[in-house]
């Protein structure tokens, strides 16, 4: 295991993948910068000020939308041996399956924890800098925030784990890539919508995100628009609860599911 660990992280580091998720790391940070600087009263429609808990809550959360990008991460990292056909040499390097797939879950959940912590350390020390440009003082007192952003980071280690195991279900890259798209972007904002199905949003790793974040404006709007009733999320601690069993389940699927297809 630890040779396959180190076969892992020279694959990952050997890679432009790399470099490609800090400056995604870095751009969704200072994007929270940029959007400081803006002013949420300044949003259509228009958000309290970074002067209020509710303001500030709210543009941190727009943080955990980037967690698409780590799960891409995780995607990649099995969907491309796939595509390039170096899954043979992998699979002739380690038979027994089950082990390099462990091993791509330890490297990219770490990889997947070391984006969202350069993301949440980028915000945080953009929102600051922004609050000191202006002369206000956060809604948030610092410790709120650096253990917000901290949640944030370990729920983008989650998505990576969660996209290694997409990977090796939905084997075509560009399958695989489209999928975790259209879920984290369209499948899930649409069940918010069924009356009938809405009650599952809570449990759904969107809506255990947003409940571990603290961040429901997504979810607001929605039944705002709609005129249906809000969805009641579940706590921060039970957020983080069912996040860790996607985390699981993800790795039980990710190593249990191939072992009997063909390799090619």
């Known amino acids: 295991m630890s040779a396959l660990l180190a076969a892992e992280w020279t694959r990952l580091t050997s890679t432009r993948l790399w470099l490609w998720g800090v400056l995604a790391a870095l751009g969704s940070g200072g994007l929270i910068g940029l959007l400081a600087l803006v002013g949420p009263e300044n949003f259509t429609p228009p958000l309290p000020g970074l002067d209020t808990s509710q303001g500030t809550h709210v543009l941190l959360g727009l943080l955990g939308f980037t967690v698409f990008a780590p799960a891409l991460l995780g995607t990649i990292a099995v969907s491309s041996e796939y595509r390039h056909r170096s899954i043979t040499t992998t699979a002739l390097f380690a038979p027994r399956r089950w082990t390099w797939l462990v091993a791509k879950l330890v490297i990219y ?4 924890l070391a984006y969202g912590a350069i993301a949440a350390t980028t915000a945080g020390a953009s929102l600051f800098g922004v609050a000191t440009l202006k002369g206000i003082t956060l809604g948030l007192p610092a410790a709120t925030v650096a253990a917000l952003l901290a949640r944030i980071a370990l729920a983008m280690a989650v998505y990576s784990m969660l ?3 997409v990977g090796a279900l939905l084997r075509n890259q560009v ?3 489209v999928a975790v798209g259209a ?3 369209m499948i899930e904002t649409v069940l918010m919508l069924v009356p009938g199905i809405k009650a599952l949003y809570p449990y759904l790793p969107g809506g255990a995100t947003a409940a571990l974040t603290g961040f429901t404006y997504l979810a607001d709007a929605i039944a705002g628009q709609t005129g249906a009733a809000e969805a009641h ?3 921060a ?3 983080g609860a069912v996040l860790v069993c996607y985390a699981l389940i993800a790795a039980a699927v990710a190593v249990v599911a191939p072992l009997r297809r063909d390799i090619m």
């Open 175 to 177: 399958t695989a890539l």
């Open 237 to 239: 601690p039970a957020g």
């Open 163 to 165: 996209g290694v195991a």
């Open 183 to 185: 879920y984290f972007y």
């Open 109 to 112: 959940a770490g990889a997947g």
């Open 233 to 235: 999320l579940l706590s």
